[in-house]
């Protein structure tokens, strides 16, 4: 099974900064990486698929980027609607991998 | 807009069983793969199951694999789990989730609609 390895596991930032997230596959996954957004005590959202394609109703401020192995989730000018758990996902298997989530709170 | 509601949780002894439900609306259910994914308390996401749109293909996470049977009847736009032999570890809040997009989707396997989800307990 593919392994799915995100970093950190949490950051604190304050409003307006830029947050990167890393996401690393055991093995090549092309651009079949997802990236989700969770809120307490609500179902994720999907973010971005195939790596790079903003969902309809995303803020622009929401990028994606990598293929093969490894993949990043940009947030620029944070804002405090983007206080949430944020994970990665492969979908290049049949098993849909999850990464273990990344926990993006207040400075 | 696509609405996933789903039912049946609740708390169950170790070993006993539960069938959870999804109701879908706001789509043609008949032309999307389908899956289950579980949240565990304050842990983070874990695919447990999928089922292809006629229902003739199932996958299975390794850890509910013979215990665990995902059905779906298109013609009441519902989706079911059927969880037996529960163990401790499989108490968590399971979503109902549909993918992107039907045949010839650009990002196959991605989870795109989800249900609010509903919460299973398992404990003696």
């Known amino acids: 099974d593919i392994q799915m390895a995100q970093s950190p596991s949490s950051l604190s930032a304050s409003v307006g900064d830029r947050v990167t997230i890393t996401c690393r596959a055991s093995q090549s996954i092309t651009t079949h990486l997802n990236w989700y957004q969770q809120k307490a005590g609500k179902a994720p959202d999907l973010l971005i698929s195939?790596?790079?394609t903003l969902q309809s109703g995303v803020p622009s401020r929401f990028s994606g980027s990598g293929s093969g192995t490894d993949f990043t989730l940009t947030i620029t000018r944070l804002q405090p609607e983007d206080f949430a758990t944020y994970y990665c996902?492969?979908?290049?298997?049949?098993?849909?991998?999850f990464g273990q989530g990344t926990k993006v709170d207040i400075k | 807009d696509v609405y996933l509601v789903e039912s049946g949780g609740g708390s169950v002894q170790p070993g006993g069983s539960l069938r959870l439900s999804c109701e879908a609306s706001g789509f043609n259910f008949f032309r999307y793969e389908m899956n289950w994914v579980r949240q565990a308390p304050g842990k983070g996401l874990e695919w447990v199951s999928y089922?292809?749109?006629?229902?003739?293909?199932?996958y299975y996470a390794d850890s509910v694999k013979g215990r665990f049977t995902i059905s779906r009847d298109n013609t009441k736009n519902s989706l079911d789990l059927q969880m037996n032999g529960l163990r401790a570890e499989d108490t968590g809040v399971y979503f109902c989730?549909?993918?992107?997009?039907?045949?010839?989707?650009?990002?196959?396997?991605?989870?795109?609609?989800w249900g609010q989800g509903t919460l299973v307990t398992v404990s003696s």
């Open positions: 195939a790596a790079t």
């Open positions: 996902q492969e979908s290049y298997t049949t098993s849909r991998t």
């Open positions: 989730v549909r993918d992107l997009c039907g045949a010839d989707c650009y990002s196959p396997r991605t989870l795109a609609y």
């Open positions: 089922i292809s749109t006629t229902g003739d293909i199932r």
